[in-house]
């Protein structure tokens, strides 16, 4: 007895002479196993590649319960004929309303009937054509006729009409069968012919302790098994890849000692944007660029009277500010947060001289107006950092942009100039790409202006601060040339992706 035919499981051993072009169905009919059984049976076949499958689609015409009924004793129209010539106001006694309704349809559809008023009453009279209906069955008559249900397919042309207007009727349905067909292969073949040589062979699946005192199992073959056989995959529940890049980011930040920051997504322009020392004509405050709330306003905390003088003079930053007036009103404008680093300015502001030094992070939704495209969208991530440090600078800044890059697999990490309203010095941070074999923007950073530090903190602290895009290190990660198939939720992709682990 060959290997192949040990490793087969009873219920494959039962399945397999059976199959000849056969419908899943079928074998459960002759097999005497259940549908599930049956089931798993074609599954393992099909996976040692013994037999193919394939699925065909059936359209069955099936009478309704109605149709059951006027098969069994006649149509509407045909009892409505038998009673004619008639008084409307006795027919209706003797027929439902429903009935009597599509009875008197057809038959005037056929011009086989017509009403006549009466001195006595309504009265309802043949016509020559509905004389002539009652020496001959119609086509629905006919067509009920058949033996039920039978396939669609096997319906005439000519009979297509008479099809449709009894499934308008209620009358007729139409069932989709869908149904498994199996076939099978040469191998299939094959170990069928061995298989029914050795069809009293006792293959045992187990060994139990009585087959062993019994001594059975001196006398019998045991099943072995191919660790080896393809097996269809298991698709497990699992977190979305942009879930577990977030995940992943906060576990590295917090080993390296920051604490997490979190707050609302509609924020006051002052904390998005008056706090960072942003001017208020600065082209970001357009509604081009700015989801704005169209009310009610917000509310500014004590604290913006020092950023108005900021704004206006420079006040005690040593800077000469924006030299302009600064309007409450659009400081009080609620928006969804164009970045995550209204989080930084409201931390700040709540820490003293005794928490320093301090570090924080945070991941979140931002919002910008943008217009949608394989390289935009209107709400992504945003990675953010702070280091509140007396003795912290440029250096340390970029120590820390390479080791987080480092750890999200990217090494080479460039620091480039840049201009940010709120920082400075500015830099833009750029990685190289291992496989694309090109440097990639992925953020801005720098160390906070004193016009942004001294009225949160009161104090010229140096603040390391960065604000780092994340969905295109996620599409980088999952070779994606659309940063919109990141949040499309394909089954597919989001099945046979990797997991996040660098």
């Known amino acids: 007895m060959s290997d192949k035919l040990k490793q087969l499981h009873p219920y494959e051993r039962a399945v397999l002479p059976l199959v000849h072009n056969t419908s899943k169905s079928e074998l459960v009919k002759t097999s005497g196993l259940k549908d599930v059984e049956v089931m798993r049976a074609l599954e393992w076949l099909e996976n040692k590649k013994l037999i193919s499958s394939q699925k065909k689609n059936t359209f069955l015409v099936q009478l309704s319960p109605s149709g059951i009924t006027y098969a069994r004793d006649c149509l509407p129209e045909r009892k409505l004929l038998s009673m004619l010539p008639a008084k409307f106001d006795d027919i209706k006694k003797n027929v439902s309303s429903e009935e009597l309704n599509a009875a008197l349809g057809v038959l005037r559809s056929l011009s086989a009937i017509e009403m006549k008023k009466t001195p006595k009453g309504l009265f309802i009279e043949l016509k020559p054509q509905g004389h002539a209906l009652n020496a001959k069955k119609t086509d629905e008559e006919l067509f009920l006729q058949q033996q039920f249900p039978f396939e669609k397919d096997t319906l005439k042309e000519t009979s297509q009409k008479t099809l449709n207007s009894l499934i308008k009727r209620g009358i007729v349905a139409i069932h989709e069968e ?46 072995s098994y191919d660790v080896k056989v393809n097996v269809p995959p298991v698709w497990n529940g699992r977190k979305h890849m ?33 706090a960072l020392f942003v001017p208020q004509d600065h082209p970001a405050r357009d ?38 007036g600064w309007s409450e009103d659009e400081a009080k404008q609620l928006m969804l947060r164009t970045h995550t680093t209204v989080l930084s300015a409201q ?25 949608l495209d394989w390289k935009h969208l209107f709400e992504f991530y945003q990675v953010e950092g702070i280091v509140v440090d007396p003795h912290a600078n440029l250096q340390h800044l970029k120590g820390y942009l390479k080791e987080f890059y480092k750890k999200m697999g990217y090494p080479d990490v460039r620091i480039r100039p ?6 400075e010095p500015s830099c833009e941070v750029e990685v190289f790409h291992p496989v694309k074999k090109e440097w990639m923007e992925l953020g801005g950073a720098g160390i906070f202006r004193p016009e942004v530090v001294i009225p949160l903190l009161g104090k010229d ?37 990797e997991l996040w682990v660098k």
């Open 178 to 223: 869908k149904e498994i067909i199996v076939q099978r292969t040469s191998l299939g073949d094959a170990l069928a012919k061995e298989l029914s040589k050795n069809s009293h062979a006792n293959i045992l699946g187990r060994l139990t302790s009585q087959i062993i005192t019994s001594g059975e199992w001196k006398k019998s073959e045991f099943r």
């Open 242 to 274: 942009v879930t577990q890049a977030v995940e992943y980011i906060k576990r590295i930040w917090i080993e390296l000692g920051f604490k997490e920051m979190s707050g609302r997504m509609i924020e006051t322009a002052f904390w998005d944007l008056d």
């Open 287 to 324: 509604m081009q660029d700015t989801f704005y709330v169209a009310s009610p306003p917000g509310t500014l905390p004590p604290l913006a009277k020092k950023v108005k003088a900021v704004h206006e003079t420079g006040a005690d930053t040593g800077s000469k500010g924006w030299g302009k």
């Open 347 to 371: 931390t700040i502001a709540k820490l003293k001289q005794s928490d320093l030094p301090a570090k924080f992070f945070a991941v979140g939704k931002v919002f910008r107006n943008e217009v």
């Open 418 to 423: 840049a201009h940010f309203p709120y920082t």
């Open 461 to 497: 602290v140096p603040v390391l601060a960065w604000g780092l895009g994340l969905d295109r290190i996620i599409s980088s990660r999952y070779a994606l040339t659309d940063i919109r198939d990141l949040y499309n939720n394909d089954v597919k992709m989001l099945r046979e992706a």
